[in-house]
């Protein structure tokens, strides 16, 4: 770590947005007081929305983000390089909001609908629309959010990381632990279920 540390030059220290995540936990091990808070400034707006699409309640995604941001700090030196750091807190995220979800009485969940699939595509915003088309893009937002929050939680949580979070398949393999057979099957079979249920809701354009 210490070898990491002094190869950075002194730019590292005056612009941290330029520096990769690996060595930002390389320099944040080693005691660099910035380099932690430069990871916290990237990922904490992913992580906490993904948590809140999984939990479905604001004040309990607010806590829970603050609970994962904890113990990543915690857990720095045993991140190894090799891996991506993005599947690395991701698969933090996921196994805090999963325990969430086994503890609470409560299975309410809500998703904003995320960006393109490779299946189908969701709604995505435009400074274009008319007052009719927004309108419309909005009804169509709530229709999607309910059809999603109807599926299977082991479905929905494959759609979120899939179609919200956009990772990769083999980056859902690292944050679920699932084979990747199991991922792609699952993801299929999501799909499949909410493109029927746009089809009995009469949703013809996603």
């Known amino acids: 770590m210490k070898a990491s540390v002094s190869s950075v030059s002194s730019t590292f220290y005056r612009d941290l947005s330029a520096v990769s995540d690996r060595e930002l936990v390389a320099t944040a091990v080693s005691g660099f007081d910035g380099s ?84 189908f595509d969701l709604p995505i915003e435009s400074s274009r629309l008319t007052p009719e088309q927004e309108s419309e893009r909005r009804e169509r937002r709530v229709e999607i959010e309910s059809v999603v929050r109807s599926l299977p939680a082991n479905y929905r949580e494959l759609i979120i990381l899939r179609h919200s979070q956009d990772l990769s398949y083999e980056e859902i393999v690292e944050v679920t632990g699932l084979p990747l057979g199991t991922v792609k099957n699952r993801l299929f079979r999501a799909r499949e279920m909410m493109r029927q249920q746009f089809v009995d809701k009469g949703i013809t354009c996603v």
Do not use: C
């Open 36 to 119: 932690f808070e430069e990871l916290v400034r990237r990922y904490q707006r992913p992580i906490s929305a993904y948590v809140y699409r999984m939990v479905g309640n604001y004040e309990s995604a607010l806590d829970l983000t603050q609970e994962i941001f904890i113990k990543v700090y915690n857990s720095l030196r045993r991140y190894r390089a090799e891996f991506k750091f993005s599947t690395w807190i991701y698969k933090i995220a996921h196994n805090a909001a999963v325990d969430h979800l086994r503890r609470s009485a409560t299975r309410e969940q809500s998703l904003v609908a995320g960006p393109e699939g490779d299946t």
